[in-house]
């Protein structure tokens, strides 16, 4: 039996340890850090907890409706046991909610095609090699990007301030996210914050040899995989491979460390291809997308 419970009446402790345990497990599901990016959430619970899939939501006028918060790559179903029946989790879905957007992710292997579920894609690359391996695996415009960056001399700087990451961001990127706003950077600067607190994430940034910031990304830690939570280039920096050396200075750092490296994922061409020039594969995941709101709500939007 699947229960909806409301972020109070949420066992945390037992929630927490599924999320821990689960085969799925994913920093951006526990507790604190929706907590931080989630206007609201909810869970669909099975049994005691046996497993969780937490729902994101907002509310606009009186429709209640999910919606994929800002700095979350993946949720979906967390379980310690791989047989799940989706299914019953849809139920409870489509009755709580007539208006869904939200991600699973790469664990959740739903096999059935449906018409709510739309194929995304991550791109990740195995770093359990040595690094000079890894390095082979760079397409040539990859390897070349790195001799421009050691002939421009630029330099590393790890546990940078977060500040001045989401400041590059929001200079560069954000300009072409207008639908960004100084609520969802105010949750990235409290989430970073929290992620360096608690050991799970840290800042590389890159600067030249003028002593400016032209590259800085953060990245998650958590089980055998790395993330990219978020990162910037400044676009007026973009000739000596600034991006390039910042993604494989990191790698170089976790390889020992990890498994796997996960560029945070994109379905666009030109950056999937990106990513895929440094070695990594495509991984695909599902993302739940339905409206069965009335025909005259039907243009509601997150």
Same mark, same amino acid.
């Given at each position: ?106 664990? !959740? @292997?739903?096999? %059935?095609? $449906?018409? #709510? *579920? +739309? ?5 990740? =690359? ?44 929001? !200079? @560069?990127?954000? %300009?072409? $996210?207008? #639908? *960004? +706003? ?5 949750? =990235? ?114």
């Amino acid at each position: 039996m699947i229960r909806y419970l409301e972020r109070t009446a949420i066992d945390e402790e037992k929630y927490n340890l599924c999320i821990e345990k689960s085969l799925q497990s994913r920093l951006s599901a526990y507790t604190w850090y929706l907590d931080i990016v989630a206007e609201n959430w909810s869970v669909l619970v099975l049994e005691d907890y046996k497993a969780v899939m937490p729902i994101c939501w907002r509310k606009k006028g009186f429709v209640k409706y999910v919606y994929p918060p800002f700095w979350v790559l993946e949720l979906g179903v967390f379980s310690a046991e791989e047989a799940i029946d989706f299914q019953q989790f849809y139920k409870v879905l489509f009755s709580k909610f007539k208006f869904a957007e939200s991600k699973l992710n790469t664990c !959740n @292997n739903i096999q %059935q095609k $449906t018409s #709510f *579920l +739309v194929t995304r894609q991550m791109q990740i =690359l195995n770093i359990s090699d040595d690094a000079d391996k890894i390095l082979e695996s760079f397409r040539k415009d990859r390897k070349k990007d790195l001799q421009k960056a050691e002939k421009a001399e630029l330099q590393v700087k790890w546990n940078d301030d977060p500040k001045k990451l989401i400041q590059l961001f929001k !200079n @560069n990127v954000g %300009q072409r $996210t207008p #639908f *960004l +706003v100084e609520k969802d950077y105010s949750n =990235l600067l409290q989430l970073l914050t929290i992620c360096i607190e608690k050991k799970v994430g840290e800042v590389l940034s890159i600067y030249n040899s003028d002593n400016d910031l032209v590259a800085s990304g953060f990245f998650l830690k958590h089980k055998n995989t790395v993330t990219i939570l978020v990162s910037s280039t400044d676009f007026n920096f973009r000739k000596n491979g600034e991006n390039t050396f910042l993604i494989h200075t990191a790698i170089q750092k976790y390889h020992n460390q990890y498994q796997f490296f996960n560029f945070g994922g994109s379905s666009m061409e030109s950056i999937a291809n990106y990513f895929l020039s440094f070695g990594a594969k495509t991984k695909e995941y599902q993302q739940i997308k339905y409206n069965n709101l009335p025909s005259l709500l039907k243009k509601i939007k997150g």
